[in-house]
């Protein structure tokens, strides 16, 4: 007999993402696909040091079995670099350290999603998520976003209607979107949190990856302090990831009391706790002091990457694809526009594409529903500014083909 599966795979399947990287063993392609950083940019020495103090300080604790809430230094480290932008009277118990972020958007899943139950997201989101609350058997409600973030008017519609579980939104430098949700915004889903006691989980990947001679608006959490009552109807996520390395599997959640504890105790189930010697590692290098210069550097090769690849889609693929200019983050957002008699089929393109030796994601996969068959994402973090000239060149040629 075959085998029988639970029926909460019925919803979901893999990766489109990562069936793409299938297809990207041919010599000499150019990959705009893959949403990870740079290895070049990772600061090995600095790591290497912070492992060896590790050792040579607390050897065991860093190889023993640790607490499912995190590593007491770490969670110390993270709560002043959350200090550090901004946010106000958060203390290392009011986190916990995940398996990298991820982690925490499925402990989310499993202490709040019951099946059938809505959960609204931006449309487009974050692939692996709209994967992680289905499987939990999430009704997903799209919410409309533009380059200022999500339409709050709309937002604010949807929650009245569907009355959901929770919001997910990724405010600054969305993936795949590249958004950034203005000041403005963040201040209004924050009262809309307290206007209709609805949980907004905010997930922060790429907040410290701005391109702007000063950093992006606050994170909601650090705003929170200036809407009263919003602490209590916020969650979260932050990661090391894209700034540090993600093989660290390093990421945090901060959430009200009684969600952080729920969320601890389906830890216990799934891991127990996160790679202590990772956790000791990532608190040595948070008290070395290496981390500025290293954003510092990241954001500066980052930066000329993306202008690259904005001055080069609009002059190798002119009108027939629009975008904004992302201002921080890893992707580029984009639609084809048809212009010319060109393809407006953005899976279509894409075979093009690889066919030329160039590759990119088409758009569709990051909607929940009514997804949009033009758009597409482009990274620019990994192909150095030669290689990002001359992979939009393809990417004309296979537009022309």
Same mark, same amino acid.
């Not at 670099?81 to 203390?91: H, M, S």
């Not at 957002?333 to 590759?359: H, M, Q, Y």
């Given at each position: 007999?075959?085998?029988?599966?639970?029926?909460?795979?019925?919803?979901?399947?893999t990766s489109a993402i990562r069936e793409l990287f299938k297809l990207l063993g041919k010599p000499g392609i150019i990959s705009f696909a893959g949403g990870f950083p740079d290895s070049a940019m990772f600061d090995v020495e600095g790591l290497r040091e912070a492992s060896q103090k590790a050792l040579a300080e607390e050897p065991g604790a860093a190889l023993q079995y640790g607490a499912t809430e995190g590593y007491d230094p770490l969670r110390a480290q993270l709560a002043a670099f959350e200090q550090g932008k901004g946010v106000q009277g958060l203390e290392p118990q009011q986190l916990i350290v995940t398996t990298g972020s991820q982690q925490a958007?499925?402990?989310?899943?499993?202490?709040?999603?019951?099946?059938?139950?809505?959960?609204?997201?931006?449309?487009?989101?974050?692939?692996?998520?709209?994967?992680?609350?289905?499987?939990?058997?999430?009704?997903?409600?799209?919410?409309?976003?533009?380059?200022?973030?999500?339409?709050?008017?709309?937002?604010?519609?949807?929650?009245?209607?569907?009355?959901?579980?929770?919001?997910?939104?990724?405010?600054?430098?969305?993936?795949?979107?590249?958004?950034?949700?203005?000041?403005?915004?963040?201040?209004?889903?924050?009262?809309?949190?307290?206007?209709?006691?609805?949980?907004?989980?905010?997930?922060?990947?790429?907040?410290?990856?701005?391109?702007?001679?000063?950093?992006?608006?606050?994170?909601?959490?650090?705003?929170?302090?200036? =809407? #009263? &009552?919003?602490?209590?109807?916020?969650?979260?996520?932050?990661?090391? @990831?894209?700034? +540090? *390395?993600?093989?660290?599997?390093?990421?945090?959640?901060?959430?009200?009391?009684?969600?952080?504890?729920?969320?601890?105790?389906?830890?216990?189930?799934?891991?127990?706790?996160?790679?202590?010697?990772?956790?000791?590692?990532?608190?040595?290098?948070?008290?070395?002091?290496?981390?500025?210069?290293?954003?510092?550097?990241?954001?500066?090769?980052?930066?000329?990457?993306?202008?690259?690849?904005?001055?080069?889609?609009?002059?190798?693929?002119?009108?027939?694809?629009?975008?904004?200019?992302?201002?921080?983050?890893?992707?580029?957002?984009?639609?084809?526009?048809?212009?010319?008699?060109?393809?407006?089929?953005?899976?279509?393109?894409?075979?093009?594409?690889?066919?030329?030796?160039?590759?990119? =994601? #088409? &758009?569709?996969?990051?909607?929940?529903?009514?997804?949009?068959?033009? @758009?597409?994402? +482009? *990274?620019?973090?990994?192909?150095?500014?030669?290689?990002?000239?001359?992979?939009?060149?393809?990417?004309?040629?296979?537009?022309?083909?």
């Amino acid at each position: 007999m075959p085998l029988q599966f639970a029926s909460r795979l019925d919803n979901v399947e893999t990766s489109a993402i990562r069936e793409l990287f299938k297809l990207l063993g041919k010599p000499g392609i150019i990959s705009f696909a893959g949403g990870f950083p740079d290895s070049a940019m990772f600061d090995v020495e600095g790591l290497r040091e912070a492992s060896q103090k590790a050792l040579a300080e607390e050897p065991g604790a860093a190889l023993q079995y640790g607490a499912t809430e995190g590593y007491d230094p770490l969670r110390a480290q993270l709560a002043a670099f959350e200090q550090g932008k901004g946010v106000q009277g958060l203390e290392p118990q009011q986190l916990i350290v995940t398996t990298g972020s991820q982690q925490a958007l499925d402990l989310l899943g499993k202490t709040l999603i019951s099946p059938g139950d809505k959960v609204i997201v931006e449309g487009p989101t974050f692939l692996a998520t709209i994967q992680c609350f289905r499987l939990y058997g999430a009704d997903l409600v799209s919410a409309p976003i533009d380059s200022n973030g999500v339409d709050v008017e709309r937002l604010e519609a949807l929650i009245r209607e569907h009355k959901p579980r929770f919001v997910y939104l990724i405010p600054t430098f969305g993936n795949p979107s590249g958004a950034l949700l203005s000041l403005e915004r963040r201040r209004k889903v924050l009262e809309l949190a307290v206007k209709y006691q609805t949980l907004i989980v905010e997930d922060d990947p790429y907040g410290d990856l701005y391109f702007t001679p000063g950093p992006p608006p606050p994170s909601m959490l650090a705003l929170s302090h200036e =809407v #009263p &009552g919003s602490r209590d109807w916020l969650a979260h996520c932050g990661s090391l @990831s894209k700034v +540090l *390395s993600p093989g660290l599997r390093v990421g945090w959640l901060v959430a009200p009391t009684e969600l952080l504890a729920k969320a601890t105790m389906c830890k216990q189930f799934s891991d127990a706790h996160t790679s202590t010697f990772a956790q000791a590692t990532a608190a040595q290098y948070l008290r070395s002091g290496r981390m500025p210069a290293t954003l510092e550097r990241v954001r500066q090769v980052y930066a000329e990457r993306a202008q690259a690849m904005g001055e080069s889609l609009q002059r190798e693929l002119g009108d027939a694809i629009e975008f904004t200019q992302p201002q921080g983050g890893l992707f580029f957002w984009a639609r084809l526009t048809g212009a010319g008699g060109k393809t407006s089929d953005a899976a279509e393109f894409a075979k093009r594409a690889i066919e030329k030796g160039v590759a990119f =994601v #088409p &758009g569709a996969p990051f909607f929940a529903k009514e997804p949009d068959r033009s @758009s597409l994402r +482009l *990274s620019f973090a990994t192909a150095d500014v030669g290689k990002i000239r001359e992979g939009v060149a393809r990417l004309g040629a296979a537009l022309a083909s």
